[in-house]
């Protein structure tokens, strides 16, 4: 009997020691799959839960975020919630030591596109010089921000750019729009526009107006002027010569 339970006993410690040298013994990246997956399981779960509270909305995805909450993106909004979806935050996450705006480059990012697979004949292009640097631009024809931009521009040597019309601003915008895209030269009469203030006269012609606002809408254009450069970074606003400058160079 005693020579039983010594046996069993050392059973017992055999399959322990065993244990525990197969976890000492366990790769890294199993451990890391392993985490990784015990998060995927956390964030699937604040979908469910989020979807059962909010009447199944449109949830693109949803991740666990660096600062304690989960992030749920509808479609092209974020919002964020707590893992046990008691509160939800809708509205701009801000970085308070480093000012960054949170919702922001995460919007970026997630509406990152490669540059080469811009639809460009939604688009029309001037070059200038040799043409060898490259950036896109949705603009709006009464964008006022848009001209301003337009002039730093012209003074920018050797670049191409495509101009991806956006008429969101006003009914006026669409219009703008249409004349200009039937106009021979679609470049010249934008820039007439833009810079000049020379009003296009009426062209009528086919003008695909609904997929350009879809696509603005698909890559999260909130406003205008938004500035695509060749290596897939994206920036909103005017932002000066010199700023282009050392993007284009980067």
Known sequence: MFNRFF???????????????????TPPAVAAAAAVSAEEAKAAAVKKLFAERFNNPPIVG?????????????????????????????????DAK???DITR????????????QLPFELSFKQVRGD???????????????????RKSLGEIDNLTVYTFPYPILS????????????A?????????????????????????????????QKLMVRGTPAIFFADGSRVGGAIPKEEIEKRLKQ
């Not at 050392?10 to 013994?25: I, P």
């Not at 480059?105 to 080469?116: S, Y």
């Not at 021979?184 to 062209?203: F, I, Q, S, T």
């Not at 009528?204 to 609904?210: I, L, M, N, Q, Y």
């Open 98 to 100: 480093t000012r960054r």
């Open 171 to 182: 009914p006026d915008s669409t219009q703008k729009v249409k004349n200009i895209w039937c």
């Open 105 to 116: 480059e995460r919007q970026d990012e997630l509406a990152k596109l490669p540059f080469e």
């Open 184 to 216: 021979k030269d679609r470049g010249e009469a934008w820039d007439a526009w833009m810079l000049k203030g020379v009003v296009p006269p009426n062209v009528d012609c086919e003008v695909p107006v609904d997929k350009m606002v879809a696509l603005g």
């Open 131 to 149: 043409g060898s640097r490259k950036l896109a631009i949705f603009e709006d024809p009464n964008c006022g921000y848009c001209k301003t931009l």
């Open 62 to 94: 949803v991740r666990s975020t660096p600062y304690g909450l989960y992030e749920v993106q509808l479609g092209s909004d974020l919002v964020y919630t707590d893992e046990k979806v008691n509160f939800v935050l809708d509205g701009t996450l801000i």
């Open 7 to 25: 046996m069993n006993m050392s059973w017992v410690v055999v399959s322990l020691w065993s244990t525990a040298v197969l976890a000492q013994a």
